[in-house]
């Protein structure tokens, strides 16, 4: 089993800044990419930012110049440091993260999400 288990969700006011944190545990050859998703009340799950074994980032034109996301020396942790938070950015943040568990087995989790709410 792979799992990933997200942290840093809570209550924060617009302009706010909140960083997220996901750590990706058990049976892991290797991870090729770590991202993160959101689905807000009545909306489709939408991605937020991904970034694979090489380094590369790709990030949803919303949150573009305003959020990051980052990997630790391990490549089992994922950061997502959202900065000049809105209202709109209100949702469910999920951690995704793909790999091998051994050489011919891949997997695709998902983490349980964490609450994020901007609001005064």
């Known amino acids: 089993q792979v799992q990933l288990v997200e942290s840093g969700g809570g209550l924060v006011q617009p302009g706010g800044s909140l960083s997220l944190s996901c750590v990706a545990s058990?049976?892991?050859?290797?991870?090729?990419?770590m991202g993160w998703y959101r689905q807000a009340p009545g909306k489709q799950r939408e991605l937020v930012a991904t970034t694979n074994s090489g380094g590369s980032t790709n990030y949803a034109d919303s949150v573009k110049g305003r959020f990051t996301i980052s990997r630790d020396n391990a490549m089992n942790t994922v950061y997502l440091q959202m900065n000049s938070l809105e209202p709109e950015d209100t949702a469910v943040y999920y951690c995704n993260a793909i790999g091998y568990k051994n050489y011919v087995t891949p997997f695709d989790s998902w983490g349980q999400g964490t609450q994020v709410t901007v609001s005064s």
């Open positions: 058990g049976s892991i050859f290797v991870i090729n990419a």
